[in-house]
């Protein structure tokens, strides 16, 4: 059984910075694509990041290129996502999740595995 549970999350003020966590266990995933998503109050989950395990590639949603950096610690089986420069309307549940894929997957649909959300909030 796959779990990931993700940490980090919290309240933070207009161009401050977080860095989420996302710790996954029950798998070797040096085979799985690994992404973060986001769901605002109202809105659908909308793709963040997204990386691949081995390979290290990385691809970004164009409304977070340059500010949030996706990355891994393969030891702790761990993924990170560096957040800077956050703003009000970067302020969601953030989700990580899990896919045995070697490509970069970016649609929801297309994971298999969730994490439970933490919840960031970017104050003005």
């Known amino acids: 059984q796959v779990q990931l549970v993700e940490s980090g999350g919290g309240l933070v003020q207009a161009g401050g910075s977080l860095r989420l966590s996302c710790t996954a266990s029950?798998?070797?995933?040096?085979?799985?694509?690994m992404g973060w998503f986001r769901q605002a109050p109202g809105k659908e989950r909308e793709f963040v990041a997204a990386?691949?395990?081995?390979?290290?590639?990385?691809y970004y949603a164009d409304s977070v290129k340059g500010r949030f950096t996706i990355s891994r610690d393969n030891v702790k089986n761990t993924v990170y996502l560096q957040m800077n420069s956050l703003k009000p309307e970067d302020t969601a549940v953030y989700y990580c999740?899990?896919?045995?894929?070697?490509?970069?997957?970016?649609?929801?649909?297309?994971?298999?595995?969730w994490g439970q959300g933490t919840q960031v909030t970017v104050s003005s």
């Open positions: 990386g691949t395990w081995s390979a290290g590639n990385t």
């Open positions: 999740a899990a896919v045995l894929s070697l490509r970069i997957r970016v649609r929801p649909h297309e994971y298999d595995y």
């Open positions: 029950g798998r070797t995933f040096s085979n799985y694509a």
